[in-house]
């Protein structure tokens, strides 16, 4: 009992010195409670999120006692609520596709360049002369050759073939489906002709008229700097960055620099402060406004002018929003005298995202700019005292400073957003300290001033001044990328981090990053535990994709895999980097390697990856191949039941991966462990339902004869 007491004693006193830290967690609850929705395999009934949301919500207000136990119950069931809302606001799926090349009418919503030609996103969209248009956009690539003038508002015709948006590479992979179904995307697809704009039209939304803004901007910096600095430019300009060459959009990924063509905290902050030095100037050659004038609200009010214009031009995409929220509110601190970086704009601009795009919530974007930016509050928070030891008189103490916050801002950041980074894509660079602490100034002081400039001079048609000094610092920019993703090692694989990992880590950072007392050490562990969940973690042995033309077994040596025609590139990449393989061998045709995982003849291949479990029948549509009494599973790129003898093994072939998605197996001592993606996702709004065998046309049979003879 003593215990019990003095337990209860030590957390009473150390929740009464975290009291004014203890609603920052509300949106880590809030977050919790999103997570939970799209966790389901199933959807719940619309009313249950807001029935235990109001509720919650009330007692806890009317009852402060049981505040600590009802307000994370009330945020958990807001964040579930708000997911329901935003599936019930998206319009259905579009289920009944053309298989064939239709005829596509419509107004143009968006004109995106690419390195290679262009890509416009139809809205409304008729199919082959219907009367009513689709409930979703398409999208289209055009052909690389066809540069007719299409602009946003244009109606156009276009002959395409066009697909519904692919399901997941694996069992639990990223779900491009749900993205879709989010972002009102119903089926994308290539064209088959050029298209054939019928009407000129300027758009009427207000926000297709800001995207026609965007591309008139495009069209005019491209037309000054020309290549990939070209592309920077525009995307820092304008937030659109598919005209970047893969290679370069490469480099800025493995260098850490993807953040840079990522339009957030960064570029809105070198804005606003941009627009606030400039207003400040230009008042103060006013004697009148400097004596009479309240000239600091008016520079802030023209400050976070300039941020809200800049975050409706670049698109409004989730991390801009999140990153102007808290200009607003740092604007507003300056303002008021208070403390102007906080955790609490933090912990606002996330509740406030969370209820207005809740399906943000999975996103890379959305973790990764969070975790860094609670990152780099904590973190400065907690070295303040240090920091200040780095500040002199001298110009020599004044560098050390600015240098020293440099790497720290870099280091803190990409250190909380590495983990999500590894966990979405793979991987981990290296040199990213050092790759922005060159690519940041130059982007901060040279870059983005330039394009501000470009933008105030376009209408006086005189953007070329400024332009051409943007377009060396971009150069710049890239030269930075290129070099540090070229240097030895500058990133490495690694394993893939299971889903429960990842929350694991995130308990642990926000642990550290939001209590302020001692027992806020304990987040490292924690952190600690997510970053080794892949050791506890083990991947499937055999994956099958969604169309079985892509079949690849893991094994220690590498992955061996058999690729029919047609099989998908971007699954092939989405296997390698999931299972963290480097080395890709082809199953032979016939023969084997050498250490006896892979025996192929002309009837069949027998993988076995662990000598003391039963293997894998790899069929290739011989009946009744040898080797069905040593495997546990049989996987064919065709229809395969009956090949084997009864007791027929567990079959993965062309017909269940077509009804139920791709496949992953376990080979375990007791026999194989089958998941399929239909069983990974349930039965959700953005998970097409099952596809339904043709049925046989009715035989019309002639009327039987009267004369019997």
Request: a positive charge.
């Amino acid at each position: 009992m003593r215990l019990i007491s003095a337990l209860t004693w030590a957390v009473t006193d150390w929740l009464a010195n975290e009291r004014d830290r203890l609603a920052m967690w509300l949106p880590v609850f809030m977050a919790a409670g999103v997570a939970g929705y799209y966790a389901l395999r199933f959807e719940p009934a619309v009313w249950i999120g807001p029935a235990v949301a109001a509720p919650a919500l009330l007692c806890a207000i009317s009852l402060p006692r049981l505040r600590l136990l009802l307000a994370p119950i009330a945020a958990a069931a807001l964040g579930f609520a708000s997911g329901q809302i935003a599936t019930a606001r998206a319009p259905p799926l579009e289920t009944s596709l053309p298989t064939h090349a239709t005829i596509i009418t419509g107004a143009i919503q968006v004109v995106e360049a690419l390195p290679a030609g262009r890509r416009i996103t139809i809205q409304p969209a008729y199919l082959d002369g219907a009367p009513d248009p689709l409930a979703r956009a398409v999208r289209v690539r055009l052909h690389v050759h066809d540069d007719g003038p299409l602009d946003s508002g244009d109606t156009v015709r276009i002959r395409a073939l066009i697909r519904p948006p692919s399901p997941p590479s694996y069992p639990g992979g990223w779900d491009l489906q749900r993205d879709a179904f989010y972002a009102g995307l119903g089926a994308s697809g290539y064209a088959l002709a050029p298209a054939e704009r019928t009407a000129m039209a300027m758009p009427s939304a207000p926000m297709r008229r800001v995207q026609r803004l965007r591309e008139a901007i495009a069209h005019r910096v491209t037309a000054v700097i020309p290549g990939a600095a070209g592309a920077v430019c525009v995307t820092l300009l304008t937030g659109t960055s598919m005209a970047i060459p893969v290679a370069d959009h490469a480099a800025f990924r493995d260098s850490g620099l993807a953040h840079l063509l990522a339009v957030a905290g960064l570029h809105i902050g070198i804005v606003m402060g941009f627009a606030l030095m400039l207003s400040r100037r230009v008042l103060a050659l006013s004697e009148r406004a400097s004596l009479f004038w309240p000239t600091k609200k008016l520079a802030a009010a023209a400050a976070l002018a300039a941020g809200g214009a800049y975050m409706v031009l670049t698109g409004m995409h989730v991390p801009i929003i999140r990153s102007f929220l808290m200009a607003c509110l740092l604007t507003v601190a300056l303002l008021v005298g208070r403390n102007p970086v906080s955790l609490r704009g933090l912990a606002l601009a996330a509740a406030l995202l969370m209820a207005i795009a809740p399906h943000e919530v999975p996103d890379v974007s959305f973790q990764m700019s969070f975790a860094a930016v609670l990152a780099l509050i904590a973190g400065y928070e907690a070295l303040r005292p240090w920091l200040r030891r780095l500040h002199g008189k001298s110009r020599w103490r004044r560098l050390l400073s600015h240098l020293a916050a440099l790497a720290l801002t870099s280091a803190l950041a990409g250190s909380a957003s590495a983990p999500y980074g590894a966990y979405h894509f793979g991987h981990v660079q290296v040199y990213f300290v050092l790759a922005n602490m060159i690519a940041v100034p130059l982007t901060a002081f040279w870059v983005m001033p330039a394009g501000l400039i470009a933008l105030g001079l376009m209408p006086l048609h005189l953007e070329a001044l400024a332009l051409v000094p943007m377009g060396w610092g971009a150069e710049a920019v890239l030269w930075v990328a290129r070099s540090t993703s070229a240097l030895p090692a500058a990133t490495f694989s690694v394993p893939h981090m299971p889903l429960w990992g990842l929350c694991v880590f995130s308990l642990g950072l926000a642990w550290l990053g939001l209590w302020r007392t001692r027992p806020r050490l304990a987040g490292v562990p924690l952190m600690l535990a997510g970053l080794a969940s892949p050791l506890l973690d083990r991947p499937p042995d055999l994956l099958m994709s969604a169309d079985a033309r892509l079949i690849a077994l893991r094994t220690g040596q590498g992955m061996f895999l058999q690729q029919m025609q047609g099989g998908s590139k971007f699954t092939r990449d989405a296997w390698v980097q999931y299972w963290a393989i480097g080395s890709t061998k082809p199953i032979p045709a016939a023969g084997g390697d050498a250490a006896g995982i892979v025996r192929c003849d002309d009837s069949a291949c027998l993988l076995r990856p662990y000598p003391d479990r039963p293997g894998v029948l790899l069929a290739r549509g011989a009946p009744h191949p040898a080797g069905c009494d040593q495997v546990s599973v049989i996987v064919s790129a065709e229809p395969a039941r009956g090949l084997c003898p009864k007791p027929w093994p567990k079959l993965a072939d062309r017909f269940t991966v077509w009804r139920y998605g791709s496949i992953a197996i376990w080979l375990d001592p007791t026999g194989a462990r089958v998941l399929t993606d239909r069983a990974a996702r349930g039965d959700r709004p953005w998970v097409p339902p099952p596809p339904r065998p043709r049925q046989a046309k009715p035989v019309s049979l002639p009327p039987a004869s009267m004369d019997h003879g």
